[in-house]
Nanobody, 126 residues
Framework: QVQLVESGGGFVQAGGSLRLACAAS????????MGWFRQAPEKEREFVAA????????YYADSVKGRFTISRDNANNTVYLQMNSLKAEDTAVHYC???????????????????WGKGTLVTVSS
């Protein structure tokens, strides 16, 4: 059974940092793309960042470029999202996801995503 388990969410003041982690299990993800979406109250789920597991290519939403960094730990099947210079508008439930195609992420094709985690809440106070 495939599982994506997020951790690291919490409460932080604007300008602060948080690091999210997504531990993946249940299958081999070497040919997959893994990444993050987020969903704020009463808004659609939106793409944040993704990383190609095999070659490390990364993709970012314009809203987080220069502030967020996605990385992977192959040995531990874990993907990280380092979030710096957080803003109030970053407040959302952040979801880990996995799919065979990078376009599923950067085209926000949420209905086509192969796997989802349950999410972790990030709250940024202004």
């Amino acid at each position: 059974q495939v599982q994506l388990v997020e951790s690291g969410g919490g409460f932080v003041q604007a300008g602060g940092s948080l690091r999210l982690a997504c531990a993946a299990s249940g299958r081999t993800f070497s040919s997959y793309v893994m990444g993050w979406f987020r969903q704020a109250p009463e808004k659609e789920r939106e793409f944040v960042a993704a990383i190609n597991w095999s070659d490390g290519n990364t993709y970012y939403a314009d809203s987080v470029k220069g502030r967020f960094t996605i990385s992977r730990d192959n040995a531990n099947n874990t993907v990280y999202l380092q979030m710096n210079s957080l803003k109030a508008e970053d407040t959302a439930v952040h979801y880990c996801a996995a799919d065979r195609y990078s376009s599923t992420f950067y085209k926000s094709r949420t209905g086509a995503m192969d796997y989802w985690g349950k999410g972790t809440l990030v709250t940024v106070s202004s």
